[in-house]
């Protein structure tokens, strides 16, 4: 079975939605390349009384994947601006991802 090897790229992919239970919408593809889509984040993590949550945003570019031949993820985690997808289009890890044939997240 072949294992998922996670390279993290400090930055955090984030779009803040506080939401009240609302299920996250579905998957957008934005080209042929990359989609997008949003899992349900927990606002605070450090209050278990808490069960404020907000949809997260993220993007995947699957341009140079191939999952036959390797199960290599480049992981790009935002700051404090909203995502976009230009964050997995270019940078110097998308060199790599090409090399490799990884999946940027």
Known sequence: MKRLLLVFIISFLTDAIVTSQNPAPSIVSLKDTIDFGY??????H??????????????????????????????YVGGDSAASYVWV?????????????????
């Open 39 to 44: 899992f349900t984040q927990k606002l605070d």
């Open 46 to 75: 450090t209050d278990p009384s808490n069960t404020k949550t907000w949809l997260q945003r993220y993007y995947v570019n699957h341009e140079y994947f191939n999952k036959d031949d390797r199960n290599v993820a480049f992981l």
């Open 89 to 105: 289009e270019a940078g110097s890890y998308i060199e790599s991802a090409k090399k490799i044939r990884g999946i940027i997240i």
